[in-house]
T-cell receptor, first 115, second 118 residues
């Protein structure tokens, strides 16, 4: 069983479109994250949810909107896609409540290409 | 604020040679430190972590790292490189929420690409 699964794995779309990436974890973790990895491999946190509550919201354009219907799911919706949104998006999960030492479990990533 | 600096964006070694990937951190509170590995077209996999117990930490695939507070370093080593070690390696820092005063987040370095040649 995949611990953190993302769909789709690849996404190619035109500028101006709206798209969503889905993430699900079956680890029973309380907290989920979205990270963006740019073309130079740099990883930057975008959002974090703890038990469906938004707890981290970095400086991200408001075209990006996360949604967490329950603590096992965290989806990322992107409106009006731009060329600069092309990247690999990683979902991750972790246990909170004093277990930050566990680190994160990452999904395999979604490669978004905007043309 | 916490940060991580990985010295050397590319490291190349011969198969069988020592691997040394450098990581220095900045943190005003006791840190947790991690090394992750990313193989081509895959997600990140935890190699090892330091969480204030033993300063020499052993991880998977023969890797280990030593936490040196005086040098604010957490360098990753492996005595003998294998072709399968070729990947991108990321150092990351976090801290217990008790000290960070807020929700934990993992801050990554820029990554080091390890190439292993025959």
């Amino acid at each position: 069983d995949t611990a953190v699964s993302q769909t789709p794995k690849y996404l190619v779309t035109q500028m101006g479109n709206d798209k969503s990436i889905k993430c699900e974890q079956n680890l029973g973790h309380d907290t989920m994250y979205w990270y963006k990895q740019d073309s130079k491999k740099f990883l930057k946190i975008m959002f974090s949810y703890n038990n469906k509550e938004l707890i981290i919201n970095e400086t991200v354009p408001n075209r990006f909107s996360p949604k967490s219907p329950d603590k096992a799911h965290l989806n990322l919706h992107i409106n009006s896609l731009e060329l600069g949104d092309s990247a690999v998006y990683f979902c991750a999960s972790s246990q909170v409540a004093g277990r930050e030492d566990y680190g994160y479990t990452f999904g395999s990533g979604t490669r978004l290409t905007v043309v | 604020a916490q940060s991580v600096t990985q010295l050397g964006s590319h490291v190349s070694v011969s198969e069988g040679a020592l691997v040394l990937l450098r990581c220095n951190y900045s943190s005003s509170v006791p840190p947790y430190l991690f090394w992750y590995v990313q193989y081509p077209n895959q997600g990140l996999q935890l190699l090892l972590k330091y969480t204030s117990a033993a300063t020499l930490v052993k991880g998977i695939n023969g890797f280990e790292a030593e936490f040196k507070k005086s040098e604010t370093s957490f360098h990753l080593t492996k005595p003998s490189a294998h072709m399968s070690d070729a990947a991108e390696y990321f150092c990351a820092v976090s801290s217990p929420r008790l000290f960070s005063g807020g929700y934990n987040k993992l801050i990554f370095g820029a990554g080091t690409r390890l190439a292993v040649h025959p």
